[in-house]
Structure formats: C-alpha cells, structure tokens
C-alpha cells in the first residue's frame, strides 16, 4: 500500500457539528410558532432538512437560485408544510430566530481539532464540501480549525459538485498527492464515499447516527472521531 500523505475530509457533518447548530435553530423555532408546538423535534428537523436538501442540491448549487433566493424559499414551502403561508416579513423573522440560535451554537463535531492535530505533522490536510465559500470558511473559522488545514475546496469556487470525481481531482492538485496516497473521511455515503471511490480515493464511512449502508459495498466505518489513536491506525 502507498504511503498516505494527504487526507481530505468533508466538513458539514463530519467536522463541524451541522446537525447540532440546526437542532438548535429548529428548537428556537418550535418555542416561537405555535404551528410547531405538537411536532417533535425529530419530526420537524426531518421536515426542514428534506426541504433544505431538495432547494440546496436542485437550486443552489446548480445556480440556479441564489443563496438569498433559495432561503426564502425554503423557509415558505417549510412553513406551507405546517399550514402557515409565510410571506416575506414572517419569512424575515423567522430566519432571524433560526440563525442566531444557529450561530451561537456552532462547535466542532467531538473529536475533530485532536484529529486534526495528530495529523498535522504527519500529512498534508484538506477540505472538499459541497456549499457556499463565504459559508463554509465561517464555519472553519469559527469553530477554529483553520490553522490545521492546508487546502479548502469547495464546489461554488471549484464549479464541480460531490460526487464528481473532479473536484477530488482538484484538490489533491492544489495538495500535491496522488488519489492512491490520500484517504477521504465522510459522512454522506452518496457524496464522500462513493465520490472518493470514483475518483480512485480509498473513503473511511463516518457513520455517526447509524444509517444503512445502501449498498452493501465493503468501507471502513467509524461512528466516531474518538479515540483519535484508532482513527489514526484506520488512516495508515
């Protein structure tokens, strides 16, 4: 087997903690709107995400929409799920109530910066990410893992879209590694894994909440970043 030299990870999900910031945000939503009030939690985050997920991948990231555009209308086929026709004023108010829990919420996924840390000085670290630049070095940023990365890809600057081989391509370039010498860790088995499979990228799974596998395809799977020493072994 080749040495590693690189490993490239996704970041939604995987290093920084998603989930738990929109948890937030929705919980902030159920206490304000009386629509939510019967709903559980589970319940209304799966609502919001299949939404966010069908406008991001339809709309955003196809440029389609802009970011702006795609918010909106999210947020009004969201609501129109719980009987309420959102116009733009309630629309405005409640992306207030949802991103300032959001915001306030962001951390790492647990685990993460020690990972990173252990890597640093043994290979080269990079992000590939399906979103918005401005978004994602955010999140980055704030959740302070910055100084461990070397490369950062994501799909509006690069103009390919995980799981196109491509943008792999692009940033084991900018890395200066080959597919055979890097390892991909991620939790979206459509977009990471069978994304760095097809672009010859040996993937880690990062299962944390459990799900299937949908294929049945033999991967190394994780359910969490921690301890960082059986990670790393998993690596080389």
């Known amino acids: 087997m080749p040495k590693i030299r690189a490993v490239l990870f996704d970041l939604d999900d995987t ?5 738990y910031s929109s948890r937030k945000g ?21 609502e ?5 997920n069908e406008i991001h991948l339809s709309k955003v990231l196809t440029g389609l929409s802009t970011i ?3 918010r909106i209308e999210r947020y009004k086929i969201f609501f129109s799920k719980f009987d309420v026709n959102a116009d733009l004023e309630f629309i405005s108010l409640a992306r207030k109530v949802y991103s300032g829990s959001y915001k306030t ?18 290979v080269k670290i990079g992000i590939v990410s399906n979103n918005l630049l401005k978004e994602q070095l955010s999140k ?24 196109s081989p491509e943008i792999f391509q692009i940033v084991l370039n900018k890395l200066g590694c080959k597919a055979e010498e890097s390892v991909m860790i991620g939790d979206s088995w459509e977009t990471d894994i069978m994304g ?9 799974w990062f299962n944390r909440y459990g799900n299937k596998n949908p294929d049945s395809s033999p991967v190394v799977e994780i359910k969490s970043l921690i301890p960082t020493e059986y990670i790393l072994k998993l690596i080389f």
Do not use: M, W
């Open 15 to 19: 290093l920084y903690d998603h989930r």
């Open 26 to 46: 929705l919980q902030s939503l159920k206490n304000k709107y009386d629509c939510f009030k019967d709903t559980e939690l589970d319940v209304l985050e799966l």
């Open 48 to 52: 919001y995400l299949t939404v966010l």
């Open 68 to 70: 702006e555009e795609a």
């Open 105 to 122: 919420n962001q951390r790492a996924v647990p685990g993460a910066a020690e990972l990173l840390e252990a890597l640093k000085s043994k």
């Open 140 to 163: 980055i940023n704030n959740i302070g893992i910055a100084s461990y990365l070397d490369e950062i890809v994501v799909s509006e600057e690069a103009g390919f879209i995980k799981p």
């Open 196 to 204: 760095a499979k097809n672009a010859g990228i040996r993937a880690i």
